[in-house]
């Protein structure tokens, strides 16, 4: 430590000088979890090349086989099979499918959805944001899984259905974050230029403020991500999701139920797959929100 003469001439201790390193430098890239997403990427992509197996038809004979490392295990079955003598791994790679597909449509639409109220709202004002939040705020009042499980039983039981109530059940979120992002930019000095301008409101919109919320529309739909598989599988455990045959996680979870003490692979399996993809989900959504967050960027 070094030593410094104060304005009366004593000498003094210099402050120790401590450097402070960005947080957003220290954010690490969540390379576990992006692999992981790649390859369910990949495997749905993939999955009519890859599965050894139909997915929707079996052999009786086959039934219950457990997996290939386990005594009695078959190696054309690696994963085992279920009550009905379907392969397990061929509908894993299946359901990855299905829950690829509903985590990317309903996240898309119910993002554009909430994007365009909250825009409206935000920019517009007066009895026309009153009556967008008043809407928002009744539908973030609804506990989402069980208007989701009433819902998907008033509609019946598909896939389509399942998009539907997820899109309906989550759109508010998008409305609300954005509506309040709509309202600080649009007392912004760019944005009054624009009036000045003559630039028609729409123009205004699309131009000027939803660019500057994109990050936040991105944040929020990798954060979501993982919330719709999780409901979809939900939704298909409870038997009000996607009907069977179909190979969807959470139906072949229930399939397994009654007999998980001795064909605990029929259960367990996809049960790991549904973990697996939900915790790499989160923890690449909490890596983009880090990433945006402009507190830490500022550190």
Do not use: C
């Not at 259960?267 to 402009?294: E, K, Q």
């Amino acid at each position: 430590m070094t030593t410094t003469e104060s304005d009366s001439g004593a000498p003094r201790a210099e402050e120790p000088r401590v450097k402070v390193r960005g947080a957003a430098t220290t954010i690490r890239f969540p390379f576990v979890s992006m692999v992981v997403l790649v390859l369910v990427v990949l495997v749905a992509v993939f999955a009519p090349l890859i599965a050894p197996h139909d997915p929707e038809v079996g052999q009786l004979s086959n039934k219950l086989i457990p997996p290939v490392w386990q005594e009695g295990g078959n190696s054309d079955f690696l994963l085992g099979t279920d009550t009905l003598g379907r392969d397990i791994f061929t509908r894993i790679l299946y359901g990855a499918r299905v829950s690829l597909m509903v985590a990317i449509l309903a996240t898309g639409l119910a993002g554009v959805l909430g994007t365009i109220v909250g825009l409206i709202a935000g920019f517009y004002r007066g009895w026309v944001e009153i009556l967008l939040m008043r809407i928002t705020d009744m539908t973030l009042a609804l506990p989402l899984m069980l208007m989701a499980i009433v819902l998907v039983a008033l509609l019946g039981a598909s896939l389509t259905n399942v998009l539907m109530v997820i899109v309906i059940l989550l759109w508010p979120y998008y409305a609300r974050q954005i509506r309040g992002e709509a309202l600080a930019i649009s007392e912004e000095d760019f944005v009054d230029l624009a009036r000045v301008a003559g630039l028609s409101s729409p123009r205004i919109l699309w131009r000027h403020i939803l660019p500057n919320v994109m990050p936040t529309i991105g944040v929020l739909a990798t954060l979501q991500v993982a919330l719709i598989i999780l409901l979809e599988a939900s939704l298909s455990f409870l038997g009000v999701g996607i009907p069977p045959p179909t190979p969807a996680w959470g139906l072949m979870v229930a399939d397994g139920r009654d007999i998980l003490g001795r064909a605990w692979w029929v259960s367990i399996i996809p049960g790991i797959a549904i973990f697996g993809v939900v915790l790499a989900a989160n923890l690449f959504g909490d890596w983009v929100r880090d990433r945006f967050d402009p507190k830490l960027r500022q550190l």
